[in-house]
C-alpha cells in the first residue's frame, strides 16, 4: 500500500470474523489490550465478514476522531488471500470513500520464536493442569491443527511453524492437519488418532480465537474418544491474553518505526 504522511495516524485492526459470539469478543478484547498500549492514538476494530462492526463502521469510527490516514493491522496468523486481497480492498475501497489515506498494512504473526513461544504456553498450561508423570507426557500423541488455505506460502509457513514447534515438546508427534483447502485433512489425522495405541492424545488448534472452527474440531474429538476410549484433548487457541497483545504490538511497533523514518 502507498506510504504517505499525516498529522493523524490511526489502527485499524481486522479480525476475520465469526458468527460465534466468545469469538468476537476476544477479538474485540484483543483489540482493546492493543487500544491500552497505545494511548493517545486512535485505535477502531472491525471484521472482515460475518460479524460487525465490520471494515467501513471502523473506518468511520477513525474519520470521527479525527484520523486522515492508517495502518491496517490484520489480525491473522498467515499471510493468504485475506492479507493479499480480502482485507486491502475492502479497505481502500472504504479511504477512497471517505478521503483516508492508507500509511501500510503490518504482516500477520507467521512463525516467528513469539508466536511459537505463546503457542508452547497455551499447551504447557493446559498439560500443566492435568498432573501427568513425564512419561505419560512423553508417550502422549501431538497433533497440530490449522485452518488451511490455498495459498502454498501460507501452508508452508504453517508447515515450518509445526516443525520448530515439534522440536520443543517431549509428546510423540503425530503429524498435522488442515480444517479446509490443504492435505493433509483434518479428518485423515483423526484417523491417524483413532488407529493409534496412544492413550492420550492432544490436539492442538493453531487459531486465535473461539469460532466454528473449534467447534468442529471439539465435536470431532468428541465422537473419537467415545468410540475409542482414549483421552483426546483439545488446546485452547492462542486467545486475547497480554502475550498475544504483545506479538500484535511488535509488528505495530516496527511499522511506525517505519513511518517515521518516512515521515
Same mark, same amino acid.
Given at each position: 500500500?502507498?506510504?504517505?504522511? *499525516? *498529522?493523524?495516524? /490511526?489502527?485499524? $485492526?481486522?479480525?476475520?470474523?465469526? @458468527?460465534? +459470539?466468545?469469538?468476537?469478543?476476544?477479538?474485540?478484547? =484483543?483489540?482493546?489490550g492493543i487500544r491500552d498500549r497505545y494511548p493517545g492514538m486512535p485505535v477502531s476494530a472491525g471484521f472482515l465478514e460475518l460479524a460487525e462492526p465490520n471494515i467501513q463502521q471502523a473506518i468511520e469510527e477513525l474519520a470521527r476522531s479525527g484520523c486522515k490516514s492508517m495502518i491496517v493491522v490484520p489480525v491473522l496468523l498467515?499471510? !493468504?488471500?485475506?492479507?493479499?486481497?480480502?482485507?486491502?480492498?475492502?479497505?481502500?475501497?472504504?479511504?477512497?470513500? =471517505? /478521503?483516508?489515506?492508507?500509511?501500510?498494512?503490518?504482516?500477520p504473526l507467521g512463525n516467528s520464536s513469539a508466536v511459537v513461544a505463546v503457542s508452547k504456553r497455551r499447551f504447557s498450561e493446559y498439560v500443566n493442569n492435568l498432573n501427568l508423570q513425564p512419561d505419560e507426557l512423553r508417550e502422549a500423541g501431538f497433533c497440530l491443527v490449522g485452518r488451511g488455505a490455498s495459498d502454498s506460502t501460507a501452508i508452508a509457513e504453517f508447515h515450518r511453524f509445526a516443525q520448530t514447534l515439534r522440536s520443543q515438546l517431549t509428546c510423540h508427534w503425530m503429524g498435522v492437519g488442515f480444517l479446509a483447502a490443504a492435505e493433509p485433512t483434518f479428518d485423515n489425522l483423526l484417523g491417524r488418532v483413532e488407529a493409534t495405541d496412544r492413550k492420550i492424545v492432544f490436539i492442538q488448534p493453531h487459531l486465535l480465537f473461539e469460532g466454528r472452527?473449534? $467447534?468442529? $474440531? @471439539?465435536? !470431532?474429538?468428541? @465422537?473419537?474418544?467415545? +468410540?475409542? %476410549?482414549?483421552? &483426546?484433548?483439545?488446546?485452547?487457541? =492462542?486467545?486475547?491474553? %497480554?502475550? &498475544?497483545?504483545?506479538?500484535? !504490538?511488535? &509488528?505495530?511497533? =516496527?511499522?511506525l518505526i517505519r513511518q517515521r523514518s518516512t515521515a
Open positions: 500500500m502507498e506510504t504517505t504522511t *499525516s *498529522s493523524c495516524i /490511526g489502527l485499524l $485492526i481486522v479480525g476475520h470474523g465469526t @458468527r460465534v +459470539e466468545e469469538g468476537q469478543k476476544q477479538f474485540l478484547t =484483543l483489540a482493546e498467515f499471510e !493468504a488471500g485475506h492479507a493479499k486481497s480480502d482485507i486491502p480492498d475492502l479497505v481502500i475501497q472504504s479511504c477512497q470513500e =471517505l /478521503g483516508m489515506e492508507i500509511l501500510g498494512q503490518t504482516p472452527l473449534t $467447534i468442529q $474440531i @471439539r465435536e !470431532a474429538v468428541g @465422537r473419537v474418544s467415545k +468410540e475409542t %476410549k482414549q483421552a &483426546v484433548h483439545v488446546i485452547p487457541t =492462542l486467545g486475547c491474553g %497480554k502475550d &498475544v497483545v504483545d506479538l500484535f !504490538a511488535d &509488528v505495530i511497533d =516496527l511499522a
